[in-house]
């Protein structure tokens, strides 16, 4: 059984403080309610193959982004704004606004 899309619950954000999933759970998807400016989105680098993050799988967020998220990949600023209607897909361990309201979706860690 495949738990990458949500299907072990899920938390509601709509201030300022950070949210971080339950104990054994990443973030795994998020959905956009009203327009939204992350100040945190910490990528889990649990799949990197180097500690570097030059080798493995690396996700979006808004620490400085590795060699494994692509050539010229950059980091999420905090006034980079997501529109309302759209989910974005990936593993992360922290989330936290600056503005809006977002839904996000658990899975394991």
């Known amino acids: 059984v495949a738990y990458g899309f949500g ?3 899920s938390g509601y954000l709509d201030d300022t403080g950070a949210l971080t999933p339950p104990t054994g759970s990443v973030i795994v998807a998020i959905q956009v309610i009203a327009a939204a400016k992350f100040t945190t989105l ?7 193959e180097a500690a570097d993050g030059s080798d493995g799988v690396a996700f979006i967020g808004t620490a400085g982004q590795v060699t ?10 905090a006034t980079d704004e997501f529109p ?3 989910t974005i897909y990936g593993r992360w361990t922290a989330c936290t606004l600056a503005a809006g309201t977002v839904v996000v979706y658990y899975g394991p860690a």
């Open 7 to 9: 299907q072990m619950g």
């Open 84 to 86: 309302a209607g759209i």
């Open 42 to 48: 910490t990528a889990d680098t649990s799949f990197y």
């Open 68 to 77: 494994s998220n692509g050539a010229n990949s950059e980091a999420i600023a």
